[in-house]
């Protein structure tokens, strides 16, 4: 669901935090359980007006497992069934109008750059393929069929790092014997595929 600024991330919860989540809690209201990196921004975001939306989205729905990704308000454990689906959106939208951007506009963040991105590291980034690390890396060119994926790029703690998967192919040749003893190629030679997770971290000297 839009919201109206780019906001820090910011998760709320009827029962136990979502998994993974690694923002503190903050107490805003007894009855979520709420987590965010910035008190008063938590205070901010989740005013009356927002508490009293999210309140009836739960006495419609049940379970509230809410949070604020970016410029999205996201819910967990929507229904399948499209008319259910349709009603639900449609209080979800309430919250998400109650937000004031008025009052967030101090919290207001960059957006990130397009792409696939990781929680808690905005700064990685998924590449998909890039073969050229294979020579970069001096990696083996044994068999054929060499390729990479999964490619991230990114920074630990301010050092450059490069994650990725490289592929290849092996091919052999099996033999067999005959019922008159003689020794045979197989008809259709082997090829095996292989793959190596690889990493790299740049080290900084000083």
Known sequence: MQLPLHLPDLFLATDQARGGVELPPIEVDPRF??????SGYAQ????????????????????????????????VGPPKDPERLQTYLE????????????????????????GFGFYG??????IGRDDA????YDLTTAGFGHTTEKVIRG??????????????????????????GHTRPARSPRITPRF??????????R
């Open 155 to 180: 920074n630990n703690d301010g050092l450059p790092i490069k994650a990725f998967v490289h592929r290849w192919k092996t091919q052999r040749t099996e033999t067999y014997t005959d019922s008159d």
């Open 133 to 136: 690390l294979i020579a970069k």
């Open 91 to 114: 209080q979800l939208g309430a919250v998400a109008q109650a937000i004031d951007p008025t009052t967030l506009k101090p919290y207001q963040t960059m957006p990130l750059p397009a």
């Open 121 to 126: 590291h905005p700064d990685w980034q998924l």
């Open 196 to 205: 190596s997770p690889r990493s790299r971290c740049l080290s900084r000297f």
């Open 33 to 38: 359980q709420v987590r965010a990196s910035d």
């Open 44 to 75: 901010a975001a989740l005013s009356g007006p927002v508490l009293d939306a999210i309140t009836a989205f739960g006495s419609a729905w049940n379970k509230v497992d809410l949070s604020i990704d970016g410029q999205q308000l996201v819910a």
